[in-house]
């Protein structure tokens, strides 16, 4: 089943698998249920029109987006040739607490489409795809994304307490193009792609896969929701096992096209 969300003359409405929800249909309520339980209500409601009107981020205003650190081998790696203290990268890869950090909260999140920008006062900067779960309110998994997790290379390389100003601005965070629910196993081995593209032309191609990343998708949740609650559902980002070479660094004009799956999120780039 897959959940999109669109902009209409009458405000934004959800639909599901091409067919807009009733009216009245909340995400943020459609997450105060278990995971059985959100089944049985999709399952169980009327398909109403095909669904048109462009494409919005598949959150609603107040729902938080976080996101998780160094999960990947080449994260740290990067990390590591970034910093002038590296070595704390090599701690939070070791380190029985996951890092995670809170990332955007659903009004500043764009959508398939939509510009990601990059820092006017940053000289390098990249996107990191990343897988993105859907966690209900009882931290359970209970679909994914795809995420954008843009990021400011040299301010972070700067200082590491600098991070929430190289990851969290106007543009920086982009989910797309639609949830899919799905059983945590099945996002175990899923393939993740990134191309940016320049002038029509592809800058950069890499991809990955989930199972490379050294920590379980549980443990990210749980680590989250250790000490947090979240009753109407939260975006959890996992991490990037992507990262362009250092001379590759985003401008105006750039399209950023991330696969996850069989989810395709595609974004212009602006200053």
């Not at 980002?237 to 105006?252: A, E, R, Y």
Request: charged share 25%.
């Amino acid at each position: 089943m897959l959940l999109t969300r669109h902009k209409t003359t009458e405000g934004p409405r959800w639909a599901l698998d091409g067919r807009f929800l009733p009216k009245g249909f909340s995400l943020s309520l459609l997450l105060e249920l278990s995971r059985t339980a959100i089944g049985a209500l999709l399952r169980a409601l009327p398909a109403g029109e095909t669904a048109d009107g462009p494409l919005l981020a598949p959150v609603e205003p107040m729902h938080e987006v976080w996101a998780s650190g160094v999960t990947y081998l080449r994260s740290r790696e990067a990390r590591r040739t970034e910093s002038s203290v590296g070595h704390i990268y090599d701690k939070v890869y070791e380190a029985a607490r996951p890092e995670v950090f809170f990332k955007a909260i659903g009004w500043r999140t764009v959508g398939h489409n939509l510009p990601v920008r990059v820092r006017r006062d940053s000289g390098w900067n990249v996107p990191e795809p990343e897988l993105v779960l859907v966690i209900n309110a009882y931290q359970e998994i209970v679909g994914y994304c795809a995420g954008n997790d843009m990021s400011s290379r040299d301010i972070e390389g700067e200082n590491p307490l600098y991070l929430p100003q190289a990851k969290i601005y106007n543009g920086s965070c982009a989910l797309g193009p639609g949830i899919v629910l799905a059983e945590p196993h099945e996002l175990t081995d899923m393939s993740i792609q990134m191309e940016i593209l320049r002038e029509g032309a592809v800058l950069f191609r890499g991809e990955t896969r989930t199972s490379r990343m050294k920590r379980s998708l549980e443990e990210l949740a749980t680590a989250l929701g250790r000490e947090l609650a979240f009753p109407q559902g939260v975006f959890l980002m996992t991490g990037t096992g992507i990262v362009p070479p250092d001379d590759v660094s985003l401008k105006p004009g750039d399209r950023v096209r991330i696969t996850v799956a069989s989810l395709v999120l595609e974004n212009p780039v602006e200053r």
